[in-house]
């Protein structure tokens, strides 16, 4: 149901503020880039300019580009409540579709027409006008969860034409035939090389083994230092030196003593251990993660109450049963988050273990700052990103189902 | 005492420089309510958790049955004492059903055997088994929720029962309900129970006996009527209150002054302190009340002498009549009877 506030005519800002930066980017953003080779500085398009209005129908394209932006425009300043949820997600995902299926025709017609030159990269407007589409889509999901009146299956369908770009838009890099956007032929070419599979499984190794281990360190100081205050308070205070650090102050700091561990034991270079790659660049990564796990164990040790803490020894548990019957089975929902936000930090960061030659997906982003290439920064960028974003769901979820039942009620709530 | 199943010898416990107990001697006996009382840091609490060991005692021993309590490991002998708190603590993370079942599940009990326990349980604590087994802490009152407490404290059938303000969180009314069902459940596992309060009305009311406490020192161990009619001395005095004699009636049920109906058969008054009066016909006054159009104040049959004085007080200490659960009249209380009673009192009742 609608608040009592937002009575009839009341308005979605979101969808409002979406349209709004859609209708800007159409009007006043580059739409295409374009370069007669990577390293040129090249000239910027806008939709509207007069060298793409020589583009036969682009002035459809504009309309196509704007036209839903400006229904959403309407609707959100007019309508409210379900109807209005109902346009704005649907305005939303015809624009979204507007922009991503014209881009690639606008720049095959622009080189047909001589205006765009041989390397055309997507510009701001391009992005900008996806990220307005999408708020209006998701304004529109939004209201139509405060109506109340579409069920909770259907509301998460309404996911879907998003999903299904995104999905499309993977696909497309596994075409056969080259893209006529710059971004999308160096991750064709990338895949079909293999490259990008291969940073891509040493980055989630990187980030899982590191963010494995932080789990299991960090869990474990935790619990010590609930017995302990003294070792909470050290292993808090460290570990949050440790994120003050620059990631890759740590990395370097790390690469002479393993360099020195692997001159004393030759035998562990088998084992890939030495100054340069993984062995460092996991042990600076598990480093950084200890600090969200520490203190969330701590904290959500310490969150239970003392009047269960005080029945569960009158009632004759060990030290250890307190911890495993009662302690811990309370604090995991806490905890969960610790290790959410520990996975998420060490996707991030390990962009920056090739600095230390330990690969991952800062490979190609590294490659990108070296040849000043957005679309290798982006090959590199884009699938972090994409993993981030599918840790913290699976995490989320994860931490949902591992909450007790009797947890996830409202305190005080008599049935 | 031999037969004691609790006995404090020499206890003190020491923070710091504050004597918290100070060279308790206490022996308790089977079946019996023991309650601690005193004011706030007299020591009642750290009395109750040296017994089973959350509070270690800094000199003297404590026997349980006549074995010292420290002879087993803490964990072996808390799971054979019943614990009950004021905070209540049940885990929020299991069922009703699983908290009533956690001490026989520590001890090792077959499934089948502790869920037939704890509807057992439920059951004699007065929450419907099929309701409230699934529900979690949290959708609980708190009543209800103490009353899972004592459940869980006598789960595995231990002897003793330590109770530390059980109901101390809880309103008035519950509070009064839930001591009433402690006393009905008290009647059917007989155990005996340490029990502390500050609350002298809710000591008078479960104890079989009171020990007072005060900075630590045992001042007076009693039955309720001999605190009452024979304070230690004046801390007790003040501790129970002005209204000691009024508190001291209400541990007399009604039936000692009450006269029996006679089923329209005229009676004489009591063999007591009334020859020579004037002889009246029971129920005379309340039968003329209620010709007039009153209602007499009566007393239900289940009432104290307190509950008798405040009715006959309300009929102009007239003839009073008492009822039972239906509302029939079983007796009556007499004005000669009742002063009679009264004045006989003082010195007489502080025999146990």
């Known amino acids: 149901m609608a608040g009592p506030a937002r009575g009839a005519g009341a308005r979605s800002r979101l969808g409002l503020m979406g349209a709004a930066l859609v209708l800007a980017a159409v009007v006043e953003l580059t739409w295409i880039q374009s370069a007669p080779n990577p390293l040129a500085l090249g000239s910027r398009l806008l939709v509207r300019s007069s060298s793409l209005a020589s583009v036969s129908g682009s002035w459809l394209y504009a309309a196509l580009i704007a036209a839903p932006a400006a229904v959403a425009l309407v609707v959100s300043l007019l309508s409210a409540g379900p109807r209005g949820g109902w346009w704005l997600w649907a305005t939303g995902i015809v624009g979204l579709g507007a922009v991503w299926f014209t881009s690639e025709p606008l720049i095959a017609a622009g080189r047909a027409a001589g205006v765009v030159a041989n390397v055309a990269l997507w510009g701001s407007g391009v992005w900008l006008s996806l990220l307005g589409y999408g708020a209006v889509a998701y304004a529109g999901m939004l209201e139509l969860r405060r109506a109340g009146v579409v069920p909770a299956p259907v509301l998460s369908a309404l996911w879907l034409p998003a999903v299904a770009l995104v999905v499309h838009a993977g696909l497309l890099v596994f075409q056969a035939e080259p893209a006529e956007n710059w971004l999308l032929r160096v991750f064709q070419e990338e895949v079909q090389a293999g490259g990008v599979q291969r940073r891509l499984r040493e980055h989630l190794w990187l980030a899982g083994v590191s963010a494995s281990l932080s789990i299991v360190v960090g869990v474990a100081i935790g619990m010590w230092g609930y017995y302990r205050e003294r070792v909470a308070r050290v292993a808090l205070y460290v570990s949050g030196v440790i994120l003050t650090l620059p990631s890759l102050a740590l990395f370097a700091m790390l690469m002479e003593p393993f360099a020195a561990l692997a001159n004393a034991f030759p035998v562990l270079r088998n084992y890939g251990v030495g100054g340069l790659g993984a062995a460092p660049a996991i042990t600076g990564l598990t480093l950084y993660g200890l600090l969200p796990v520490i203190r969330n164990t701590h904290a959500g040790l310490h969150g239970v109450s003392a009047a269960q803490l005080d029945a569960a020894r009158g009632m004759g548990m060990t030290p250890r049963q307190v911890m495993f019957m009662v302690l811990l089975p309370h604090a995991l929902p806490v905890i969960m988050a610790g290790v959410r936000q520990t996975a998420i930090l060490l996707i991030g960061i390990a962009t920056l273990a090739q600095l230390i030659g330990a690969g991952g997906l800062g490979y190609y982003i590294l490659i990108g700052i070296n040849r000043a290439s957005i679309a290798h920064i982006l090959v590199g960028a884009i699938p972090a990103v994409l993993v981030a974003i599918g840790a913290d769901l699976v995490l989320a979820w994860l931490g949902r189902s591992l909450t007790p039942k009797g947890l996830r009620l409202a305190r005080g709530v008599v049935a | ?352």
């Open chain 2, 1 to 352: 005492m031999s037969d004691s199943v609790i006995v404090f010898e020499g206890v003190s416990k020491v923070y710091g420089r504050k004597k918290a107990v100070d060279n308790l001697n206490l022996s308790i006996r089977p079946g019996e309510t023991c309650v601690l009382i005193g004011p706030s840091g007299c020591g009642k609490t750290t009395t109750l958790r040296m017994i089973n060991r959350l509070v270690e005692p800094s000199a003297g021993r404590i026997l349980i049955n006549g074995r010292p309590n420290d002879a087993v490991p803490p964990e072996e002998l808390r799971r054979q004492i019943g614990y009950v708190i004021q905070g209540v603590g049940l885990f929020e993370h299991l069922t009703v059903a699983q908290n009533v079942g956690v001490v026989p599940r520590l001890l090792g009990w077959p499934q089948s055997r502790i869920q037939e326990r704890v509807e057992e349980l439920l059951a004699l604590v007065g929450l419907e088994p099929a309701v409230f087994r699934n529900k979690y802490p949290r959708q609980l009152s708190g009543g209800e929720q103490q009353r899972v407490g004592v459940a869980r404290a006598l789960a595995a059938d231990p002897p003793i029962l330590l109770m530390d303000e059980p109901f101390g969180a809880l309103d008035p009314i519950t509070r009064e309900r839930l001591q009433s069902e402690l006393l009905e459940i008290q009647r059917v596992v007989k155990k005996t129970i340490v029990f502390v309060t500050h609350d002298m009305h809710e000591a008078l009311k479960l104890a079989d006996r009171i020990a007072i406490l005060r900075d630590g020192r045992l001042v007076q161990y009693d039955t309720p009527e001999r605190i009452l009619w024979r304070p230690a001395d004046e801390f007790v005095q003040d501790f129970v209150g002005g209204d000691r004699a009024l508190k001291a009636l209400g541990l007399i049920p009604v039936t000692r002054v009450m006269e029996p109906a006679a089923n329209g058969k005229a009676r004489t008054a009591g063999p007591t302190g009334s020859a020579g009066q004037e002889r009246r016909r029971p129920g005379e006054h309340a039968e003329a009340a209620l010709a007039a159009g009153s209602v007499p104040a009566t007393v239900p049959a289940t009432g104290t002498l307190r509950d008798a004085l405040s009715a006959a007080i309300l009929n102009g200490l007239g003839d009073t009549p008492v009822v039972d659960g239906e509302g029939n009249v079983v007796g009556w209380i007499r004005r000669e009877r009742l002063l009679g009673v009264l004045a006989a009192f003082p010195g007489q009742e502080a025999a146990p």
